[in-house]
Structure formats: C-alpha cells, structure tokens
C-alpha cells in the first residue's frame, strides 16, 4: 500500500534532482523513493550506531535495530570513527541471539 505526501522542496533541491533523474534515465517520483528510502535506512543505521555508542544496546541488537548484518553494523561503527564496545556480556548477548533466544 502506498500513500501520497506532499512537500515544499527549495528550487535548487528540485533542479538538482530533476538532474540527476534525467542522469540516470529515471522517473522523478521513482528517483525521490529510492532517496527516501536510501535517507531512511541511513537513519536507522545513524541511530543505532548512536544507540551503541551510549552504551544502551548490544552489537547485535543494534544491527538488529538498523536491519543490517553484524558485520556490516561493525563496518559503520568503523566508518563512523567509533569505537568496537566488545566485553563478557555482549559475548553472552550474541551467543543468545545466534540460538534464537
């Protein structure tokens, strides 16, 4: 199911995707849904890389939170300049998430 929004988007934003659209031989609506969602992924990822900073979730559940792999969560945190948060607890986490418990 879909739904229609709408949005002030400044001229310059517009042009600039309306270039890019005829770049890449898209749609204009087609091209502004894959940014959203692109937008929207990142944000997640943003966020759980946040949360995991703070101290407030596990590796894995943080990766869980962003919809990525662990691996992949693991190569943001370093993209990001963030340090691996690794000790006895998250280890006995993981192991749980692994046995899906």
Do not use: C, N
């Amino acid at each position: 199911m879909s739904e229609t929004i709408s949005l002030r988007i400044p001229r310059e934003v517009l042009e600039r995707l309306d270039d890019l659209a005829e770049a890449k031989k898209q749609e204009r609506s087609t091209l502004m849904r894959e940014i959203l969602d692109q937008g929207i992924r990142e944000g997640w990822i943003d966020e759980a890389v946040e949360r995991y900073r703070r101290g407030e979730v596990t590796g894995w559940r943080a990766a869980e939170l962003a919809g990525i792999s662990l691996r992949r969560f693991y190569e943001a945190l370093q993209q990001r300049g963030v340090l691996l948060q690794y000790g006895e607890h998250d280890l006995e986490e993981d192991l749980k998430a692994l046995r899906g418990e």
